[in-house]
């Protein structure tokens, strides 16, 4: 089986920046497992790591797509697991580095994925409950049909909450029986499932100087020119933290400083959620990161897990 190693956790604990000490160290390759970062021209608002941050590492599925291009789960799954395959077959180490929890299974262990036929029209009336303000009947709906779904995804949760419904309305089939158990082995790698924590305290200091630096070095400016290319301000990743609190400032909901605040306080709470999803899965060995002892510090103990844990070698 291909060896394969993910570094995952929340946002803004410095999963990008290890990830790569580890590729160096390692002989590894990054394969991004970020929703948004797929998109082209969406480089300030997803702290997209940079060429030279990348340090030479090759990194995958970033920027590949145009944002008004649909991307499912399903073709995030296809690539990855091609791309990993690839790089296994050069000799080379694939590292799986993200947040985003559902790709990150999608891809380690064995999901299925209901076919697409008729998709639009559900969508399309799906959509319209939530366009005229009767969300919560949906996510009722979901509660009657699926209760394992239901207490996953948040009632505000659109995006999600439809994707559940429309499964079901075209299979007959909750969501949920397509998804594997949280505990399932893979049947395709051996993994070291790398999860990167800091204090909540710390986290959240983090969260609130990314989302300053973001503003501070463009955001406002990026969403105008994505809005001057022609995207419409309704696209799934104009909708995404921090592009959506920019497009309601500009459209004069709020003023800049409370899109500086919302943005904090949503990017705070996803970071919850992230935790939540990720601490189900058993597999997972945890790694604290402090101010004190950074990526550079703790990359010692990570390397010698990685090496008990699955066949590499290193550099």
């Not at 904090?264 to 899965?281: E, H």
Request: net charge neutral; with cysteine.
């Amino acid at each position: 089986m291909t060896p394969l190693v993910v570094v995952l956790g929340p946002t803004a604990t410095g999963k990008s920046e290890l990830a790569v000490e580890l590729a160096l160290r390692l002989g590894g390759e990054i394969v991004s497992a970020d929703s948004v970062q797929v998109y082209k021209y969406l480089d300030i608002g997803t702290a997209r790591i940079t060429p030279r941050q990348q340090k030479g590492v090759p990194h995958h599925l970033l920027g590949f797509l145009e944002p008004d291009e649909e991307f499912t789960v399903a073709r995030f799954q296809q690539l990855a697991r091609s791309i990993i395959a690839e790089i296994g077959a050069r000799s080379r180490l694939p590292f799986l580095v993200g947040g985003t929890g559902l790709y990150i299974q999608a891809v380690i262990d064995p999901y299925e994925f209901p076919s697409h036929h008729g998709l639009e029209a559900v969508r399309k009336q799906l959509q319209s409950f939530v366009e005229t303000g009767r969300g919560a009947e949906l996510y009722a709906e979901l509660q009657r049909i699926d209760p394992e779904a239901a207490r996953r995804i948040h009632p505000h949760d659109h995006h999600r909450l439809i994707r559940a419904l429309e499964v079901y309305s075209l299979t007959r089939r909750p969501i949920s029986s397509y998804q594997a158990k949280e505990t399932a082995p893979s049947p395709e790698y051996d993994l070291a499932m790398i999860g990167l924590d800091r204090n909540r305290a710390e986290l959240y200091r983090r969260i609130d100087l990314r989302v300053e630096k973001m503003f501070r070095e463009g955001l406002v400016d990026e969403v105008r020119q994505l809005l001057g290319r022609g995207f419409e301000s309704g696209l799934k990743p104009l909708q995404t933290l921090g592009y959506r609190q920019v497009i309601a400032y500009l459209a004069g909901e709020h003023d800049l400083a409370s899109a500086i605040s919302l943005t904090k306080q949503a990017t705070r709470k996803y970071a919850k959620r992230q935790l939540t999803w990720f601490r189900r899965d058993p597999r997972i060995r945890w790694f604290t990161l402090t101010e004190e002892t950074g990526p550079e510090i703790v990359c010692d103990e990570i390397v010698e897990y990685i090496c008990r844990s699955i066949p590499v070698h290193v550099e």
